[in-house]
Structure formats: C-alpha cells, structure tokens
C-alpha cells in the first residue's frame, strides 16, 4: 500500500507543472523552536547562576550567625564567670541582723559627732569673738602710735574704724558706749586736716636742684656815651671823645647814689660755698617736713632765706624766683594737733573686762 501511495505520489509530482519553488512553512516552525530553546537555555542559566549567588548568600550568612553564636557563647561565660563572682561576694557578707547591729552602730556614732561638732563650734565661736576684740584693742593702739610718732591722721583714722567694724560684727548691746567713744574719736579725726608732708618734700627737692644754678648778676652799666656826644658839637674830636667815653664806662662807673646798698660779686670757691649752705639748709628743711617738727622746718627756711638775700642779689631773677617759693613754703604747715585716743582704748578695754566677768558680776558693774 505504501508503494501504492509512493506512486500516487511520483506521479502527482510528475504530472505538476514546473513552478517557483516556495518556502515550506514547516522551516519556520523550525527556526522558533531552536529560538525558544536558546532562550530557555539562556533563562536556566540565568536561574542557575541567581541559585548559586542564593547559595553563595546562604553560606555568608551562616559564616556570621557562627560568629554571632560565638560572640555569644563568650559574653555567656563571661556573664557566668561575673555571676559566680557575685556569688562568691554575697557569701562572704554579713548576715541581716549584722548589718542592722552596724547600721545602729553608725547612726549613734553620727549623732555624737554632730553633737561634738556642735560643741565645738560653740567653744571656737567664743574664742574668735575674743580673738576679734582682742585685734580691735591692737588696732587702736597702733593708732594710737602712728599719731604720737608720725601724727598721720589717715592712717590712724584707718585702724579706728577697723577697730569699730569688730564691735559691730559682735552684735552685744553692752559694746554701745565703746562704739559711742569711737565714734567721737573719728569726728575729730575727720574735722583734723593731714600737712601734705610729701608734697612739702618733693617742692623743697626742686628748689633744692634749683640751688645749683644760681649764679651772680654782673652789673650792667648804662651807656651814656650818645648823650656825651649829644653835648659836645659836631666834629672829628666829638666823635672820637664819644667811643672813648663808651669804652671807658664799660670797666668802670661814677655811682652818685651811695646811699644804695651795693653788693660785691661772687665767684669761684666761694659761691660753691654758699651754694653748699642754701642746699643743706633746704635738706633741713626737708627733714622737718617728713618728720614733722614746725620748729626745725620754719628756722631751716628762715635760714635758707637769710643766705639768700645776704649773698645773692636780689634783683636776679633766680634768686627772686627762689625767695617767693621759700616764702610760700614758709606758710604751708608740717605738723598738726592730734587727738587723743586714750578715752577710746579705754572704753574699749573695760567692755573686753566686763565680757569676762561672771553673769552675776555683770548685773553690778555699771
């Protein structure tokens, strides 16, 4: 039968006409295939390599869960040894009712010791308030000094009302009459004027530097050589007799007023000299302001005033200059009546004697 059909067959084809030959449809089917099978290759590929990349993740991350648990097994016995130590410490403490005998012990020794502290602050309080009055008294009598010795009144005005300032901080009516003495004592310090002693040291020093530049005025002559010439005539000899009177009257002068007290000039190692004299005078004078003697200070400068005008002419303008300064200085004062400070420290002494009498003894002292 299949013969049969081949023939069918040979004979069809050899009975068709010759025709352009036109692709079979079945190559078509053919080359889809073979497309669909690359790209499912290509898709198992691609699946495959996602597998190994999912395998390849997997293996990572059981690398550090590994770790992970590692790190943890450490920090667990490290946590185990830390709790036995614990343990170890809780066994060596104290039972409960040990440490409620310590705690009692505890409290009681607190309450002594602020007791103690109490009692001590009491006692150490007194002795500052005594310690503290004791300083006002030191203070008062170093004012009292610095007003004997160097009558400085700022200074002493100082320490009294150092002193005042103690009796106040001790808030004790009994130390009103002490504070009413001090306070008196400072009006009168208040209403006395301090000498401006340093300032009267310093100007004497400038006069003193003063004193080695003076130097004698060498007398001038009036030429009178053009009236000379006023009176004689006109001529050769006039003129000639004019400069000779001119250079005559240049070493020497006729004075018709002798009634006039005249000088003689100083030079070489006797103007030294007086110069020496004026400056010692002026350091005298110097002295005495510092120290306060108005005695020494105004003879000092009656003194320099008295070499002034004896040797030094008067109408040079230096030593003018230098004798009004002097007569300014003379007037200014260097030395002042001090208060007295006595009744102060004793008021101040007998209410330090009257903190220390007995409560009773108190009552009767006035």
């Given amino acids: 039968m299949s013969e049969t059909v081949l023939s069918n067959k040979d004979q069809t084809s050899a009975q068709a006409p010759t025709e352009p030959v036109t692709?079979?449809?079945?190559?078509?089917?053919?080359?889809?295939?073979?497309?669909?099978?690359?790209?499912?290759?290509a898709a198992g590929i691609a699946i495959g390599g996602w597998g190994a990349w999912q395998v390849h993740q997997l293996q990572g991350s059981e690398f550090d869960q590994g770790q992970h648990l590692e790190a943890l097994n450490q920090r667990a016995e490290a946590l185990q040894q830390r709790e036995q130590k614990i343990s170890a410490q809780l066994a060596g403490l104290p039972a409960a009712s040990e440490l409620e005998d310590r705690r009692r012990l505890v409290a009681q020794l607190q309450g002594d010791q602020q007791r103690l502290s109490q009692r001590l602050e009491t006692v150490l309080g007194e002795s500052r308030k005594e310690w503290r009055l004791a300083e006002a008294e030191h203070l008062l009598r170093l004012a009292t000094l610095r007003l004997s010795a160097l009558q400085d009144i700022t200074s002493a005005k100082a320490l009294v009302e150092g002193a005042d300032e103690i009796l106040r901080e001790q808030s004790d009516p009994g130390a009103f009459a002490a504070?009413?003495?001090?306070?008196?004592?400072?009006?009168?310090l208040n209403n006395t004027q301090q000498p401006d002693r340093t300032g009267l040291f310093l100007k004497l020093a400038a006069q003193r530097e003063l004193v080695q530049q003076l130097s004698a005025q060498s007398p001038e002559f009036d030429n009178d050589a053009n009236a000379m010439g006023a009176l004689t005539s006109d001529g050769d000899s006039?003129?000639?007799?004019?400069?000779?009177?001119?250079?005559?009257?240049?070493?020497?002068?006729?004075?018709?007023?002798?009634?006039?007290?005249?000088k003689p000039l100083l030079a070489g190692q006797?103007?030294?000299?007086?110069?020496?004299?004026?400056?010692?005078?002026?350091?005298?004078?110097?002295?005495?302001?510092?120290?306060?003697?108005?005695?020494?200070?105004?003879?000092?400068?009656d003194d320099a005033r008295s070499v002034l005008l004896a040797n030094f002419n008067a109408d040079n303008p230096q030593s003018k200059a230098m004798l009004d300064s002097l007569n300014a200085l003379a007037k200014q004062?260097?030395?002042?009546?001090?208060?007295?400070?006595s009744e102060s420290l004793a008021?101040?002494?007998?209410?330090?004697q009257r903190r220390h009498l007995p409560a009773e003894d108190k009552g009767d002292k006035p």
């Fill in 270 to 301: 006797q103007l030294n000299q007086l110069r020496l004299a004026l400056s010692l005078t002026l350091e005298q004078a110097q002295w005495a302001a510092l120290n306060g003697d108005a005695k020494v200070y105004a003879q000092a400068l």
């Fill in 333 to 341: 004062p260097v030395s002042v009546v001090t208060p007295d400070l």
């Fill in 179 to 188: 504070r009413e003495q001090l306070a008196r004592s400072l009006a009168t």
């Fill in 347 to 352: 008021s101040v002494q007998a209410y330090i």
């Fill in 238 to 262: 006039a003129s000639r007799l004019a400069k000779w009177w001119s250079e005559i009257s240049k070493y020497f002068q006729i004075e018709f007023n002798a009634d006039e007290n005249v």
């Fill in 23 to 41: 692709p079979v449809p079945g190559k078509r089917s053919g080359n889809g295939l073979a497309a669909l099978a690359l790209l499912l290759g």
